[in-house]
């Protein structure tokens, strides 16, 4: 080890993590033999939900022939990531399958059928990156579905497109692989090491980061070896041996370790300036750049005691795991436990009938001395022991007895969000009690009352919107219900007006047809010649038209109909909805008025003019 050319870190001083345990190991196994390629299975058991965020959706459907690398199912959202067929064949059908999941719930995959050829689609290599956009080589990362194959599933490209404005200036490469048993990123690196530095290469010129630092535990040398040798020309690329300590690889703890910086609880890494990915991760972005592979393949580790050909495989994606178990010499007489990932964070499966997925790193098949049952949990000791441990300086004790009283205030108050799970302080508690289970389903329970809450708000919000609209419609209804009965008085009223008016016509009629008959006799009486004269020029003035009769009735309706709506105006709230259409109401009232006016105006004219005419013949 004193001969490979490592860059040296004060890790023992200032960059040591808190906390943390050492595990055993149990890596031996499975790596004394080269990985290795399975035979095509029956068939691929390819779910829709393969990462973090939303599930992909379908864009083929049952009895479809498809060629290998092949988009089976495309993105649906903004975090989500595309499925590509494995293999050639056909869509046998698309239902719900059990999945490697530790809820055990089944979800909704795609069957593929394969035909034994292993015809591959059109591909588009590229040939010099450095001539495209990073922009189009992010699109082509995601079009590939590349996510991250250390564990967590989060689409590449969408931890790429997520960073803020400010620069990227460390890239962080993890070859920690600190959990026990598991391989895959440790023979990858000593096999793969030109393509994990080319994906490092892309990177550097999508981001332009001023160094990168590769982090490898101090257990696996001939990773190391390789890796310092691939990267010896390399500009900004430094390798960095960290000290074997659990869990150096979550990538926190990693930044820790590599830089000496703490990531805020309430950012991300790329909001300071750090993007982090696993080494498993770079060479699929490799693949999916320099080969125009989408990602359909990773390595994963098959080991455990009950395995005769223990080791790692470059399995297709969907491929079933009791396949690979058998092809790894599954003794099922002395198979106890089936594990997904490592002992630490792993979870048990109830059947070996679930699919490798993009996040399966690795499956052990442990026997019963290898894995006995838990013992019964004690009552805790307060012995604090799961306080050292922790490597997010968390106060797990009081976790356990808030998640126990479901007290879910104090729990939060308690960071418990801050947890990564990585199960060290359930390591080494005297008492076995279960503390990550506690925190999972603590943190289920969490979420579930959030999303309540937050249907219930907007159950809330609906109801009152819907209360508002009503009373606006009514407000409405009421407005017209008014409307009517004034304009209803007003029609009454005019014609009361008009009735009066024919009355008065009649009346002076009866005058003229008197001062005819008085006429006659004026000459003998100078009284009656005079009355005679004056009710002459009485019944000389101009009389109203039809027309102009009815043009008064108009105009009198209008008026009487305008002070309604500014007496309305005056009673309604400022600035509501009714306000605003009483002021268009009385805009409106105000034109009509105005131009039954000038009608009445124009025919009172032509009537004078009319009879100017008269006279003058």
């Known amino acids: 080890m004193n001969t490979i050319p490592l860059k040296a870190l004060p890790l023992e001083t200032e960059y040591d993590f808190p906390g943390g345990v050492h595990p055993e190991e149990n890596k031996h196994q499975s790596t004394q033999t080269p990985i290795a390629r399975p035979p095509l299975p029956e068939h691929f058991i390819l779910p829709l939900n393969q990462h973090a965020g939303t599930p992909a959706e379908p864009v083929v459907k049952v009895g479809d022939t498809v060629l290998k690398g092949q988009m089976l199912a495309r993105a649906s959202d903004f975090v989500s990531a595309p499925v590509h067929a494995p293999s050639s064949g056909t869509i046998t059908a698309l239902e719900m399958r059990p999945v490697p999941h530790w809820s055990g719930l089944a979800e909704m995959c795609l069957i593929l059928e394969p035909d034994g050829k292993d015809a591959w689609c059109e591909r588009a290599p590229v040939i010099d990156y450095r001539q495209i956009e990073p922009e189009q080589l992010v699109q082509r990362i995601h079009d590939a579905g590349v996510v991250g194959l250390g564990g967590a599933g989060f689409p590449a490209a969408v931890k790429m497109a ?265 390591y080494v508690c005297p008492s076995a009690i279960p503390l990550v289970q506690y925190y999972r389903a603590a943190k289920d329970e969490i979420r579930n009352q959030k999303a309540r809450n937050e249907k219930a708000d907007h159950s809330r919000v609906r109801f009152e919107q819907r209360q508002t609209r009503l009373a606006a419609v009514a407000a409405e209804k009421e407005a017209r219900r008014k409307a009517n009965a004034e304009k209803s008085r007003l029609i009454r009223e005019a014609k009361e007006a008009a009735a009066k008016d024919q009355q008065s016509v009649a009346s002076e009629q009866s005058v003229a047809s008197k001062q005819s008959v008085a006429s006659t006799t004026a000459e003998d009486d100078p009284v009656q010649a005079a009355l005679a004269r004056a009710q002459a020029k009485k019944a000389a003035r101009p009389q109203l038209s039809p027309k102009q009769k009815e043009l008064k009735i108009q105009l009198s309706m209008a008026k009487a109909q305008l002070k309604k709506s500014e007496r309305a105006l005056a009673q309604t709230e400022a600035g509501s909805e009714q306000q605003k259409t009483l002021r268009e109401s009385i805009e409106q009232l105000k034109a009509q008025v105005e131009q039954l006016q000038q009608a009445f105006n124009a025919a009172e004219t032509a009537v004078a003019v009319a009879a100017v005419a008269a006279v003058g013949d």
């Open 162 to 426: 997520s960073r803020q404005a400010s620069k990227i200036h460390t890239l962080v490469v993890n070859g920690a692989e600190c959990e026990p048993y598991i391989t895959a990123d440790d023979m990858l690196m000593r096999e793969r090491a030109a393509q994990l530095v080319s994906g490092i290469e892309i990177l550097q010129y999508m981001l332009q980061p001023e160094r990168v630092m590769i982090g490898i535990e101090d257990n696996k040398p001939e990773a190391i070896r390789t890796l310092v040798e691939a990267c010896a020309n390399k500009n900004n690329i430094d390798v960095y041996q960290v000290p074997m300590k659990y869990p150096s690889g979550d990538a926190q703890r990693l930044i820790w370790l590599l830089t000496g910086k703490e990531v805020p609880n309430d950012v991300r890494s790329v909001d300071i300036g750090i993007l982090c990915y696993n080494v498993g991760t770079l060479v699929a972005i490799h693949d999916a750049i320099i080969e125009g592979q989408p990602l359909i393949s990773r390595i994963t580790t098959f080991t455990g005691a009950a395995l005769e050909r223990p080791g790692n495989v470059e399995t297709l994606i969907g491929t079933p795991v009791h396949h690979l178990l058998h092809f790894a010499g599954l003794k099922e007489q002395r198979l106890h436990t089936l594990i997904q990932g490592g002992p630490m964070m792993g979870y048990t499966l109830d059947s070996a009938a679930v699919p490798v997925t993009k996040v399966s790193n690795c499956f052990i098949a442990g026997t019963l001395e290898e894995f006995p049952p838990a013992p019964s949990a004690l009552a805790c000791i307060r012995c604090g022991l799961c306080a050292e441990a922790c490597p997010v300086t968390l106060l797990p004790q009081q976790l356990h007895w808030y998640a126990r009283s479901q007290n879910y205030d104090q729990l939060q108050h308690h960071n418990l969000f801050d947890c990564i799970e990585c199960g060290a302080c359930s």
